[in-house]
């Protein structure tokens, strides 16, 4: 990646892009599911957005391999889709725009007690 791509973010554009032609090769219940987890997945971005590429990696090639094994979505992400992304969140270490918030809200606490 020239430096360019990487303050235009066509990088990413161009990774999406691939990403969401290995959906479409995915069955509708698991394209359905891909909805869901991307819109829930972009609540932990950080400004660029490039902290969430590798998770999106990781959530389209367990859909692949469970699909090919025959299961359903719902096997693999249970009923609660949202639960899904928080865990794979917080285990990337992706915090939520509210995490950030309370984390800069108790460090100006924090300070202003101190002085």
């Known amino acids: 990646m020239n430096f360019w791509e990487k303050i235009t973010g066509n ?4 990774e999406f892009k691939a ?25 932990h971005s950080d400004f660029t957005g490039r902290n ?7 959530v389209i ?4 391999e469970t699909a090919a094994d025959g299961q359903r ?12 992304c928080s865990a ?13 918030w309370r984390d800069q809200l108790n460090h100006n606490i924090a300070k202003k007690l101190s002085e």
């Open 11 to 14: 990088d990413m554009t161009k």
């Open 19 to 43: 990403f969401e032609l290995r959906v479409k090769k995915l069955p509708a219940d698991y394209q359905a599911a891909w909805e869901k987890v991307n819109a829930y997945l972009w609540q």
């Open 52 to 58: 969430l590429m590798p998770i999106f990696e990781g």
């Open 61 to 64: 090639s367990l859909f692949e």
């Open 73 to 84: 979505v719902q096997d693999v992400l249970s009923d609660d889709i949202r639960s899904f």
């Open 88 to 100: 794979l969140a917080s285990e990337a270490g992706a915090k939520s725009y509210r995490d950030k």
